[in-house]
């Protein structure tokens, strides 16, 4: 690239915010690689985000300038506010949700220098799966292409030259060509022709702003060039999420915009009449289905939960099927009603349908509550009385029911992005060996509420000394990601921006064929981890509350409680053959002595079957009779040699938080993080899940054997 070096500005870059610091946060480190010998000006506008913005990104990019909107002022208004002061011989109007590639800035600047009779560019946009995305080059809408889209004929015909006309589906995305409309996440433009048009037009409050810029261009006689040789990615809509009635809206209104203000000369009025109509009934089908994907999950759960009255209801009374509207009374109705209303505020209160919906305990908490008002309710009210032995059942089956959806849903592969939500664990590929390796991995170890299990590294290098780095194997380069993907089944690609370009990170994901791997990426700061749809934030190491839910009384009642009965429960179903297997080991020298130091809760001298030993069922059964007795808990510390590594006195458990993750941690910290977490954050639903990962891991959890086994067989 050959260009005068003087204080003139090259390229101002605009960006607006709103509530997505952290994926602006990623854009600027992105652009900072790759503005080279660039001179660059960054303005980034802030429509009035509450999450912080400002505060967060100033420290961190002092060079960038800021400007402080009181309201959200709306795309194209903001846009505008900060063309008015541009001072580059180019302007480059970005989402803050996109990353840009190290040549992007480059390759642009150099593309627009030799095509003068260029007004503005755009470049190759991949999604976050690494697929291309066909709003990198459009059409401008007309009536015509229009129709096809809402008829869904674009995307039966992708390559249509007729029916795809919208997103120029014929034209190979690697091709560069001239076309008329630009993705407005991504816009490189004069800034002369920026100033001749006045901008955006501020009718535009958000969506079509772009498509009536790129339009006012052409029609001033420059070009719109698209630049495939260099890519970005863009997360789509981070800072406008596309699920409720005010998008639907918004983009509609949009839509009528732009055809009133560019056609409507040309037809006549019961032509315009129809286009609104259209326009209108489009919008009313889009909100149509966005209340029926949000209510589908709840009518599942409702349907469940109502079928399973009705069956238990056949069986209770021995009707057959064809019997069912005769015998069931329409007053049962009303049980079939209070289940389903109790539920609904009851996931609602647990906000399970919101932010836990994978939560299991969420929904058996909902499940078990909606039950229990339907007794309640049936006992006081006699007109509506029902089986008693039906809602019984009902509140043990459901729950569990229950809580299997929830399970399925959480290891769906397109669910496997989030960390903390895994009975499974997400299978994690770490690419980049680099100076903030060592310290990530201990992060996303440390991180007590995450369930990564990282199952390698890749180097950026073809050739590295390093075999291993905290316990986890190099086990091959970034040039053989795609393979190293489909032969050991990851899950999600983390990327560290310290070793790894963002042109090695486009070019892998577009190579990467299996579609439900997520790619997330890590900054230099390891602060947090940026995927697709959320960010995960690494937590300083917590601080000890003076009050610990652990400790609370009814929360070691409802535990010693829970304790009881199960262990109750599994003593008598394994009694009838407990002189059995008794008598099998007789002769033999069968228990082991593991010193437990002065623990209060535990006396000293337990003895315990040996873990290791044949006689399997005899040990099971004699940890479970000290769990009757108190002296142990299904779930709590780890049984050792050594102290409560916490110095906090919790019972010993038969497994635990820390006994199940035993394979991801190797430092005293990180297990000392993993016991505070359990404490500070203690209720029975978490001891629940703990022991449903137990018995679904296969493995045996229940004590660490960091004493030496003297009298194993």
């Known amino acids: 690239m050959n260009k005068n070096h003087s204080q003139s500005v090259d390229i101002t870059l605009i960006i607006v915010n709103y509530n997505v610091k952290e994926y602006l946060a990623n854009l600027l480190y992105s652009v900072d690689r790759a503005k080279h010998d660039l001179s660059l000006q960054i303005i980034v506008v802030d429509n009035d985000s509450h999450d912080g913005s400002l505060a967060y990104l100033k420290p961190r990019f002092p060079g960038v300038e800021f400007i402080a909107n009181s309201i959200n002022a709306g795309f194209g208004t903001a846009n505008n506010q900060a063309i008015n002061i541009s001072q580059g011989k180019y302007t480059l109007l970005v989402n803050p949700d996109v990353l840009i590639s190290e040549n992007t800035l480059i390759a642009l600047f150099d593309h627009m220098e030799q095509n003068p009779d260029t007004g503005a ?42 029916f795809s006309e919208y ?33 955006f037009d501020e009718r535009f409050f958000m969506y079509g702003e772009d498509i009536d810029l790129c339009y006012r261009v052409a029609r001033e006689g420059y070009n719109i060039d698209y630049v495939p040789s260099t890519s970005i990615i863009h997360y789509k809509g981070e800072s406008t999420k596309k699920d409720n009635w005010r998008y639907v809206i918004t983009f509609n209104k949009a839509l009528y915009q732009f055809f009133d203000k560019h056609y409507s000369y040309g037809y006549t009025l019961f032509f315009r009449m129809l286009i609104y109509s259209g326009i209108v009934l489009k919008t009313f089908l889009s909100y149509i289905v966005t209340l029926i994907k949000k209510a589908s999950r709840p009518a ?35 049980v079939n009603l209070l289940l389903s209303v109790f539920f609904l505020m009851a996931g609602k209160y647990y906000e399970q349908y919101g932010k836990n919906r994978f939560s299991a305990s969420a929904a058996i908490k909902s499940t078990f509550i909606a039950f229990t008002g339907v007794v309640l309710i049936t006992f006081f009210l006699r007109d509506f009385a029902f089986s008693r032995l039906i809602l019984l059942a009902g509140a043990i089956i459901g729950p569990v029911l229950i809580a299997a959806v929830r399970f399925f849903e959480k290891t769906r592969p397109s669910n496997i992005h989030r960390a903390g939500s895994q009975i499974i664990r997400p299978r994690l590929l770490v690419a980049g060996v680099g100076d903030v390796t060592r310290s990530l991995i201990q992060k996303i170890r440390a991180e007590a509420s995450w369930n990564y299990d990282i199952i390698g590294l890749v180097s950026q290098a073809d050739t590295q000394d390093m075999n291993e780095l905290e316990h986890v194997p190099v086990i091959g380069s970034i040039h053989q990601l795609p393979e190293l993907v489909k032969s050991y089944r990851a899950d999600q690609v983390l990327f560290t921006l310290d070793s790894i370009s963002h042109l090695d990170i486009l070019k892998m994901m577009s190579q990467i064929e299996d579609r439900n791997v997520v790619y997330k990426v890590v900054p230099e700061s390891l602060d947090y981890i940026v995927g697709k749809s959320h960010v995960e934030y690494f937590d300083d190491i917590p601080v000890m509350d003076v009050e610990l839910p652990y400790n609370a009384g009814w929360n070691r009642f409802v535990k010693r409680g829970v304790d009881m009965a199960l262990s109750g429960l599994m003593l008598v179903l394994m009694m009838p053959v407990y002189p059995f297997f008794r008598l099998i080991a007789s002769g033999r020298n069968r228990k082991l002595h593991i010193p437990l130091g002065s623990d209060p809760l535990l006396k000293p001298g337990l003895n315990l079957w040996n873990p290791h030993s044949r006689h399997r069922f005899l040990n099971v059964f004699h940890l479970l009779a000290a769990t009757l007795q108190g002296r142990l808990s299904l779930v709590g510390a780890p049984l050792t040699d050594q102290a409560v590594s916490v110095n906090i006195s919790y019972k010993y458990g038969l497994t635990g938080l820390l006994q199940i993750n035993e394979k991801r941690l190797f430092r005293q910290e990180e297990k000392n993080r993993f016991e505070l977490y359990y404490l500070q954050n203690y209720s029975i639903w978490m001891d629940f899940e703990i022991i449903f990962k137990t018995l679904l891991s296969g493995t045996c959890c229940f004590i660490y054997m960091n004493a030496a086994i003297n009298n194993g067989d």
């Open 167 to 199: 997103y120029l589906g014929w034209m190979d995305p690697d091709e560069p060509a001239r076309v008329p409309v630009l993705s407005g996440s991504f816009m490189f433009f004069r800034t002369a022709v920026l100033r001749k048009l006045n901008g």
């Open 121 to 162: 560019c755009g470049c190759k946009i991949l999604n976050p799966d690494g697929t291309f995305a066909p709003e990198s080059r459009r059409s401008v809408p007309t009536p015509a292409n229009a129709l096809w889209k809402v008829l869904g004929l674009t995307t039966l015909f992708p390559d249509n030259r007729r």
């Open 300 to 334: 599942v759960d409702l349907l469940i939960l109502n079928t399973l009255i009705v069956i238990l209801f056949l069986l209770r009374y021995s009707i057959p099927v064809a019997g069912f509207a005769e015998a069931y009374s329409p007053r049962f109705l009303i």
